[in-house]
């Protein structure tokens, strides 16, 4: 019932719409944004403008609706200076900077906002082994059934085929489910922080 293919520029609003309903942890956060498109502009849009040829869908063929992604790039370190010059500029004319207002008092859209002007970087000790990063996203109705597991192995295939020799990826530490499911996959544990845990896979 589900294909498997590459990512398209089509289906970038259903990319936005999924990263959107799965942005609370893998819940539903529609009703945390006011702006709904903007955590796709940091999680999901330029995985698709800047490293087409590593993102994939799960499409459903009874529908034809995209029910899932994972989106990656082989080189974390060149991806986030390319953000830099060309992806970052014009949404921080589109977004002011919640610089001003403190952390603890910013809306779910105002911290997606500082990050937009204050993009975190992967640390060099983690990108040295491993440098490539992804996210993956699936709706409830495409969850199950391996259909996760089979997003993620056609990423690592097409990263392997590239030369890479890792990849990381960051996940909520509150987010157990994913955790679990990213052991199962072999990736280890690299660091944890307050609120986020960061896991290694050598591939």
């Known amino acids: 019932m589900f294909t498997l293919r ?3 520029e089509t289906d ?17 956060a529609t009703h ?5 498109l903007i955590l796709g502009h940091v999680y999901a849009g330029p995985y698709l403008t800047y490293a087409p040829a590593f993102a994939f869908v799960l499409e459903d063929q009874r529908s034809g609706e995209v ?14 200076a ?3 010059r060309g992806w970052w500029p014009p949404l921080r004319d589109l977004y002011p900077d919640p610089a001003a207002v403190p952390r603890a008092a910013r ?9 937009i002007h204050h993009p975190p970087r992967a640390p060099h000790d983690v990108l040295a082994e ?12 495409a969850q199950g059934g391996g259909r996760g597991r089979a997003l993620m192995t056609t990423l690592l295939e097409a990263l392997r085929v590239a030369g890479v020799r890792g990849l990381h990826l960051g996940v909520g530490e509150s987010n157990v489910r994913a955790q679990g499911f990213y052991r199962h996959l072999g ?15 050598r591939l």
């Open 32 to 36: 945390l944004y006011a702006d709904p």
């Open 187 to 201: 990736f280890q544990e690299l660091r944890r922080a307050p609120g986020a845990v960061t896991f290694g896979l």
């Open 130 to 141: 491993y440098p490539a990063h992804l996210h993956i996203d699936l709706l409830p109705g």
């Open 67 to 80: 029910m899932g992604y994972v989106l990656g790039t082989p080189d974390t370190a060149a991806f986030e």
């Open 6 to 8: 590459p990512a398209c």
């Open 82 to 84: 390319t953000l830099e």
């Open 12 to 28: 970038r609003a259903a990319l936005y719409r999924i990263c959107l309903e799965t942005g609370a942890s893998g819940e539903d």
């Open 107 to 115: 809306t779910p859209d105002e911290r997606i906002a500082h990050l």
